[in-house]
T-cell receptor
């Protein structure tokens, strides 16, 4: 398996633009997580899905952020409109069975909003 | 929710054992302790987990005290490639069915030659 695949690896966008981050989890994994990492706040869990259904979105910062998982092999995290404070590395992770081990993280998307 | 406390940084000589401590004094009886690490600019990587018995795998050993209020991750022969941020995590309950991993600040381990 190629692991968790995120795209793009880097994204530079202007303030106010819509940004869409993409994630392909490991085949067979039933949990998918979106994390955000900044120097100031560390790794923050934004939202996670179980069997494509959002379970906990309490970490989503505000209405500008939305996440979807239309099927078991694809998820998106959208920011609209983007702001400079959204600049961060966004990680997607997947796991099987909901246990705390065996989370596999993608390589991340480094987002810069100017 | 159980929380963990780790030292912000540690140094270790290459080839020596690295012992990374973690306090989790509010851990519940059925909560596991998980360790992940993050090498610069990569996503976190799972290392090991345990409930109350000591655990060992090809990467590391995990020693959990009898009262479960603290644990130590041991890298038996640290190499320069082990330089990373190490996270000790106790899973947090999230909703009726879910659990989630909440990452703290972790310990920056610097392995020096």
């Amino acid at each position: 398996d190629a692991g968790v695949i995120q795209s793009p690896r880097h994204e530079v966008t202007e303030m106010g633009q819509e940004v869409t981050l993409r994630c392909k989890p490991i085949s067979g994994h039933d949990y998918l997580f979106w994390y955000r990492q900044t120097m100031m706040r560390g790794l923050e869990l934004l939202i996670y899905f179980n069997n494509n259904v959002p379970i906990d979105d309490s970490g989503m910062p505000e209405d500008r952020f939305s996440a979807k998982m239309p099927n078991a092999s694809f998820s998106t995290l959208k920011i609209q409109p983007s702001e400079p404070r959204d600049s961060a590395v966004y990680f997607c992770a997947s796991s099987f069975g909901g246990s705390g081990y065996g989370y596999t993280f993608g390589s991340g998307t480094r987002l810069t909003v100017v | 929710d159980a929380k963990t406390t780790q030292p912000p940084s540690m140094d270790c000589a290459e080839g020596r054992a690295a012992n990374l401590p973690c306090n989790h004094s509010t851990i519940s009886g059925n909560e596991y302790v998980y360790w992940y690490r993050q090498i610069h600019s990569q996503g976190p990587q799972y290392i090991i987990h345990g409930l109350k018995n000591n655990e060992t795998n090809e990467m590391a050993s995990l020693i959990i005290t009898e009262d479960r209020k603290s644990s130590t991750l041991i890298l038996p022969h640290a190499t320069l490639r082990d330089t990373a941020v190490y996270y000790c995590i106790v899973r947090v309950r999230a909703g009726e069915y879910g659990n989630k991993l909440v990452f703290g600040a972790g310990t920056i381990l610097r392995v020096k030659s």
